[in-house]
């Protein structure tokens, strides 16, 4: 996986350990051969960027009209610590996931995106009902304790925080 972070919010430790984890997640996620062919861009933006926008990331591709894109940003706000943008990060690489392996799919001429091929009512669901934000935040906190214990970084002051 090629990943590029852009953004001056975080140090360079920071940044190193975003970009080891976003090449460690797509690996576990996706597999060696599909995470070879994934482009990901993480631009860390302004610490107030999620309370103007009422959210701290997203996950976008810029491959549009291919079914599995391959080409994905992740707009992160940098007001949090380490971990907690570790843990938004592994949310957002479960998005990328579900994008590159065509689960998730957002049609250009559609409002709202497919769910494994099916239109979802998303007049009558909520945010936390859609089966794709069950998946994410459900393996969010997850994989960076996966992480952490692969990369044996219990003695990290940062790591004491992930409970």
């Known amino acids: 996986m090629k990943v590029d972070i852009q953004g001056r919010y975080f140090t360079k430790i920071q940044r190193n350990y975003l970009q080891d984890f976003a090449n460690w997640a797509g690996y576990k996620l996706m597999g060696g051969r599909l995470s070879r062919h994934i482009n990901l861009k993480i631009h860390l933006y302004h610490p107030n960027y999620y309370q103007k926008n009422c959210l701290y990331a997203e996950t976008d591709y810029t491959d549009y009209g291919r079914k599995n894109p391959r080409n994905f940003i992740v707009t992160m706000a940098s007001k949090f610590g380490l971990l907690k943008s570790l843990i938004i990060l592994s949310h957002e690489m479960v998005h990328v996931k579900q994008f590159a392996i065509g689960e998730l799919h957002w049609p250009e001429e559609n409002l709202y995106p497919r769910w ?35 990369k044996k970084l219990w003695k990290e002051p940062w790591y004491r925080e992930i409970f």
């Open 116 to 150: 494994k091929g099916k239109k979802l009512d998303y007049d009558n669901i909520s945010y936390w009902d859609l089966p794709y934000e069950i998946e994410a935040h459900g393996r969010e906190k997850g994989l960076v304790f996966q992480w952490c214990d692969d």
